[in-house]
């Protein structure tokens, strides 16, 4: 099993839905989260950061982490097109340097 | 810099070639991580530099692979008798300190034939 699983998609939505993306872990030392955005062809770009339990917003993205389930998500509102890309969700590992990455999902967003 | 630079884009070289590839981390930032990603997989870690010392390579898969960081600044990352499975995205990142979320580069595509 991987230390960060997250469902590979693609996920296709119409543009203005609201958008769910999750990941499951199961190491819980170092629990601190982040999801990365990655367009094609280009590097990840870091969305959001949290390490508490509970939802923290940031514009249209609202990052959610439920400690009790090792249960982390990312929801997008208003989807835009412009919003396509992969989307990875990360975790430190065994320390607080080294990241252990989902394999990220795909997802299309059509106007 | 405004960001981190990789060099080159891309690469494509033939097997058993030797390949080095360029880290340009942000300015100030004394962290610096290699990671490989391959198609349709999350980038995996490879090394990490404090300053000019690798404080962990424990990613890098095998003894064709080294990374240095002489200055503390630009890194670059060596790959000896290149193979067919090296082929993937390598990518670079800094940041300030540790418990910081990185910010990466590009990316160099590299394409072993």
């Known amino acids: 099993q991987k230390e960060v699983e997250q469902d590979p998609g693609p996920l296709s939505v119409p543009e203005g839905a609201i958008v769910s993306l999750n990941c499951t872990y199961s190491n819980s030392a170092f629990q601190y989260f982040m999801w990365y955005r990655q367009y094609s062809r280009k590097g990840p770009e870091l969305l959001m950061y949290?390490?508490?339990?509970g939802n923290k917003e940031d514009g249209r993205f609202t990052a959610q982490v439920d400690k009790s389930s090792k249960y982390i998500s990312l929801f997008i509102r208003d989807s835009q097109p412009s919003d396509s890309a992969t989307y990875l969700c990360?975790?430190?590992?065994?320390?607080?340097?080294?990241?252990?990455f989902g394999s990220g999902t795909r997802l299309l967003v059509r106007p | 810099g405004a960001g981190v630079s990789q060099t080159p884009s891309n690469k494509v070289t033939e097997k058993g070639k030797y390949v080095e590839l360029r880290c340009d981390p942000i300015s100030g930032h004394t962290a610096l991580y290699w990671y490989r990603q391959s198609l349709g997989q999350g980038p995996e870690f490879l090394i990490y530099f404090q300053g000019t010392g690798a404080a962990d390579d424990s990613g890098l898969p095998n003894d064709r692979f080294f990374a240095v960081r002489p200055e503390g600044s630009v890194s670059t990352l060596k790959i000896q008798r290149t193979e067919r499975g090296d082929s993937a995205m390598y990518l670079c990142?800094?940041?300030?300190?540790?418990?910081?979320?990185?910010?990466f580069g590009s990316g160099t595509r590299l394409t072993v034939v």
């Open positions: 990142a800094s940041s300030s300190g540790q418990g910081y979320g990185y910010t």
């Open positions: 949290t390490y508490s339990s």
């Open positions: 990360a975790k430190w590992g065994d320390s607080s340097y080294k990241l252990i």
